[in-house]
Structure formats: structure tokens, C-alpha cells
């Protein structure tokens, strides 16, 4: 190799050993995910949302299909017919063998509906009214995952704060086990001290990994959430504090406006009575067709399609189709939409009974959250200042070890205490307003 191609050699080593570092180190950096991304990556990536969308899509093309039936039809057939003995007819009771071999029919058909008992307008109104019950049920899914959103999302941001609540625990633990190593060398404590700092040590080493397992347990449940590959690194951005302590309006007759269930029992009734009227017109109501064909035939002994003679024909009918006994299919198919009314209003009034009881269960949920919030936040300063006394105090040789123990444990309670009682007033506040069936284009970070 010449001495300039192996200094070039030799110099693109590096570069290529840095581009494979760039990319190993971007491919390995985490995935940051602020509230308004998660949300967004849900509205859009989330299974239990796609589906819904596709249902919309589904009754869209059910609207089409009910459509159809206003508009013509046009087909086309053929037949082929071997007569392996040609038909006969009867003159002066002589059977006379009539057809050859082979028969050949070919025929274009057009029908065009006149009127068909207005069936096509009442299957459209049902198509219609079941896509508006579909799009509510989007909504409805979207309300729902907002709310398992902001679970699983706070979810990780509360693992993650007793994580490191846990961990300081821990290192204080460690400095406060040195420490009274020091001291009982040097004769100021017992051993009995010294043994007890130990054991709280290493008491809180198997939180600490229970701690690590639900931290990793949350960003899993998140990725599955917004649908996200497993391997991602997912890093939520944001905190439990509460940026609004104020109570939403809890009215539930506001609750009855604005949630989509009772919405889609309304248009699930539309749906079912247009059925019914279709059902009802499917006997004793006549339905006329406008029907013109166009007919090709030919008959041979043989095979030798060039030499066949074509014959043809067109005709023009009106049809009219009456239909006067079913088989009681009818007034059976009337009876069950009725039955189905009757569900649905069965159902209304469960409904309206729920979201009475959900909308005060939710407010009164809300109102004991905010309450823990501020009690919980007045116990962590006494604790941190209690904590603060004691290790003064046992440093200086006028505390026990017990007193000091004792201050630590407070302090951690009521760290996590706290911690647990902002994750519950964030995700009360939203359940809430779930309950009172809040547009989604009001609502904000809960």
C-alpha cells in the first residue's frame, strides 16, 4: 500500500471510531416526554384511541353503503348450457326436439329503485345517527386515557421522588452509620449505637431496590400507553407540585350536558327507532324498480365460435314487489327494536344515577386531596426542623440515638406522605373532571 493511502487509512480510523460513538451516544439518550408530548403521543399512538377512530371510519362507510341503495345497479352475466338432450314441445302431441348442443347467453342488466317504501332515507338516518354515536365513543376514549395517562404519567414522576426520597434516606443512613463508627472508636457512643446504625442501613437497602423496580415497572406501563417501542429510554419531565388548589364546580346537572354516554344512548335510540321504521315498511309497502337489459344468445353442435350467429335482444320493464307474508319475521324484528328502546331507557336511568354519585365521590375525593396536600406540606417542615434538633443534639452528646432514629423516620414519612398526597390530588382533579364530562379542549394539565 503506498505510504499516502495508508496515511489517509489510518486517519479516517478515528473518524469513523467518533461518528460510531455520536451515533451509539444518541441512541442510547433518553427519550425526553413532557405532559403536552405524552398527551399528544396519545391522542395519536394510543391502541384503545386508534380503535376508536377506526370505528368512526367504519360507521362513515356504513353511510356509504345505505347510500347505495338509492342508486342503480348494473350487472352483468353470462351463461353457458350443454344440452345433453336437447328440450322438446308438444305439437298435436308430437314432441318436437328443439335447441342444439350448445347455448351460449349473455345479458347486461340495469335497475334503477323508484321508490322503495323510504327505506333508503331511514337507513340513512341510522347510518348517520350511528356515526355520531361512534364519534362520541371517541370521545369517551380519549376522556379514559387521559385519565390512565395521567395516572401512569405521575405514576413514573412519584416512583421517581420515592426512588430518591429512598436513596437520601439511605446515604443519610450510611453517613449516620460512619459516623457513629467514629464515635464509638473514640469511646463516645456504645456499641449498641454503632449496631443500630448498621441495622438501619441495612434495613433500608431492600426499599431501596423495591423503589428502582417500580420506577422501571411505571416507564414501562408509559411506553405501553403511548404505544412506544419497548427498548425506549422514556424520561417524564415535570413534577407533583400543584400549580391550582382551587375546586372545580361540581354540578351535576352540567355533568348530564356534557357526558358522552348519555349523548350516545340518545343517538344509540335514533338508531334503533330508524331500524324499526325500516323493519316496518319491509311489509305491506310496494317497492318499484325501473329494470332495462340487453341480451346476447347464440346456439351451435359445435365449437367453432367463428362461425356462430349472434341474436339480439333489449326490453324496458317497470317492476313492483309486494310483500305480504313473512313468516312473521317482521312484526318479530318490530318487537325486539322495541325491546331494545326499552334497554336503552333502562340504561339512561343507571347512567344518570352513576354520574350523580361519581361527580360527588370525585368532589369529595378532590376536596380530602387538596386537604392532605396542605397538612402533609406543614408536616414535612416540622419534620425537617425536628430532624434538624435531633441530629444537633446527638452530635453534641444531649440526644439519643433513638431520638435521632426516630426524627429520621418522621422525616422520610412525611416526605413520602406528601409525595403520595400530591400524585392523589393531581389525579382526583382529573377524575373529576372526567366525572363532570369536561370537553377536552378546555381541560389542561391536570
Sequence with gaps: MPHSKRMAHFLRLPLIALITTML???????????????????????????DAHEQVNVARLQVKEARSGALPTLNLSGLYTRNIKTPVFFFEGQPIRIGLDNEY?????????????????????????YVKQTETGVTQTLQDTRVRLAQTFYGVILARELL???????????QHRDQTR??????????????????????????LLEARNQYELTRQNLRWLL??????????IGSLDLADTILPVADVETAYQQRSELAAIEYARKTQRQ?????????????FYAVANYRTMTQADNFEFDNYGWVKSSAAMLQVSLPLFDGFRTPARVAQYRAELRRLDYMESDLRNGISIDVENSRRELERALRTVTVQEGNVIEAERAYQIARVRYENGMGTQLELLDSELQ???SRVNRLHALYD??????????????????TSEP
Design 24 to 50: 451509539s451516544i444518541q441512541a442510547s439518550r433518553a427519550v425526553e416526554v413532557t405532559w403536552d408530548e405524552a398527551w399528544r403521543l396519545a391522542r395519536t399512538q394510543n391502541i384503545a384511541v386508534l
Design 105 to 129: 347467453t349473455a345479458q347486461l342488466e340495469l335497475a334503477q329503485p323508484l321508490w322503495v317504501a323510504g327505506k333508503v332515507g331511514a337507513a340513512l338516518r341510522a347510518a348517520r345517527s
Design 164 to 174: 430518591t426520597t429512598t436513596q437520601t434516606a439511605l446515604d443519610r443512613a450510611i
Design 182 to 207: 467514629l464515635m464509638y472508636e473514640q469511646g463516645i457512643v456504645s456499641e449498641y449505637d454503632k449496631l443500630r446504625a448498621e441495622v438501619q442501613v441495612a434495613n433500608l437497602e431492600p426499599p
Design 227 to 236: 404505544n412506544l417501542d419497548p427498548e425506549t429510554d422514556v424520561e417524564v
Design 275 to 287: 331500524l324499526m321504521s325500516i323493519a316496518r315498511r319491509d311489509l305491506y309497502l310496494p317497492s
Design 411 to 413: 422525616l422520610d414519612r
Design 425 to 442: 390530588a393531581r389525579i382526583t382533579r382529573l377524575q373529576l373532571e372526567r366525572a363532570l364530562g369536561i370537553p377536552l379542549k378546555e
